[in-house]
């Protein structure tokens, strides 16, 4: 049993804004690890900040195996050298992913407001102008 401060699912679910259901979901793929009391789920604050860990990295749009990775590096003999390392690592890939995604999204708008004004100057040749 560990000491220190101490939440049920209730109180994490509200905090961070997500469903009880997400959050057992996170238990069952051993992304969090809550003290069982009977029936009650107990979290403690490696769970708390594993929690806050995940949900900072769907929010960045990791998937799940890499949200894994890094939070279980936090608890490796290394600590949190090699979590910063690692992250700094995937921040840079996503990062690198999200600025070709931004270019390919302005690229296509660009396209989008060319092929408008095409369209709009074709529907003007073709529409009688009005009396």
């Known amino acids: 049993m560990t000491s220190g401060p101490e939440w049920t699912i209730a109180q994490i679910a509200d905090e961070f804004g997500v469903t009880h259901r997400t959050i057992r979901h996170y238990e069952d793929l051993g992304l969090v690890s809550p003290e069982r009391r009977g029936t009650q789920r107990i979290f403690h604050r490696r769970d708390r900040t594993r929690l806050k860990l ?25 600590g949190r050298r090699a979590q910063l390392e690692y992250v700094l690592d995937q921040i840079d890939a996503r990062r690198a992913d999200l600025e070709q995604r931004l270019k390919d999204v302005q690229d296509a708008i660009a396209e989008l407001g060319e092929f408008e004004r095409s369209c709009r100057s074709d529907l003007d040749r073709l529409t009688p102008p009005t009396p």
């Open 54 to 78: 995940i949900l900072r990295g769907k929010r960045l749009g990791f998937p799940l195996e890499e949200i894994r990775t890094i939070v279980d590096l936090f608890d490796a003999p290394r």
